[in-house]
């Protein structure tokens, strides 16, 4: 269940990451609005209204949470290099690997032998 669970907000995160955009852009006009209005407040001298302060920190939260937010690409490359390290870490890869190295070396010196 829990594979199962994972790879449903594996195909939702485009969906999340383009509603955080949109919210992004959304409260990003907002706040620049509202700080065209708070300047007009403070010309006339008076105070902008403290809930001006709410929207603020609503831009600012889900600003953090679009940049936070990976994409399904991002994922998928933390995911494919997190399996990539682990295989490389077991046994059989070191034996594959050393037996490689062996077969490159026995290459290379034969080359050396045939160049002299």
């Known amino acids: 269940m829990n594979e ?18 949109m919210l992004c852009f959304i409260t990003g006009i907002s706040s620049i ?14 105070t902008y209204p403290t ?18 937010t990976p994409t399904q690409k991002d994922v998928a490359l933390i995911l494919a290099g997190s399996t990539i390290v682990s295989i490389a870490k077991t046994d059989d890869a070191k034996r594959i690997t050393s037996k490689s190295v062996q ?13 002299k």
């Open 4 to 21: 199962t669970f994972m790879l449903y907000l594996f195909t939702r995160l485009n969906s999340l990451s383009n509603l955080l955009d």
């Open 33 to 46: 609005v509202v700080v065209v209005a708070a300047l007009i407040y403070a010309s006339d001298g008076d």
């Open 51 to 68: 809930a001006f302060h709410k929207l603020w920190w609503a831009c600012a939260v889900i600003t953090i949470l679009n940049i936070i």
């Open 103 to 115: 077969v490159v070396e026995q290459y290379l010196d034969v080359l050396l032998k045939e160049k």
